[in-house]
């Protein structure tokens, strides 16, 4: 595992540290899990295309159902 160091403003320190709180985790791991978060959402290309397939075949996937 390697390690990383980031500056942030006081203000964002305190709100992280807020919101960390009001989840019952740490500062350390709420941001761990909101970087996995980011990494491994779908690209918004796919995002779109999901949409797009998802609105075309609206009315055969009510059928279906």
Do not use: H
């Not at 009001?22 to 779109?48: H, M, W, Y």
Request: net charge negative; proline share 3%; with cysteine.
């Amino acid at each position: 595992m390697s390690f990383l160091t980031i500056n942030l403003p006081d203000d964002d320190i305190l709100k992280l540290q807020e919101a960390a709180r009001q989840l019952g985790v740490t500062s350390e791991e709420l941001i761990c899990a909101s970087i996995d978060d980011f990494l491994n959402r779908p690209e918004e290309s796919f995002k779109k295309t999901l949409e797009y397939v998802l609105q075309k075949n609206a009315e055969l996937y009510r059928r279906l159902a």
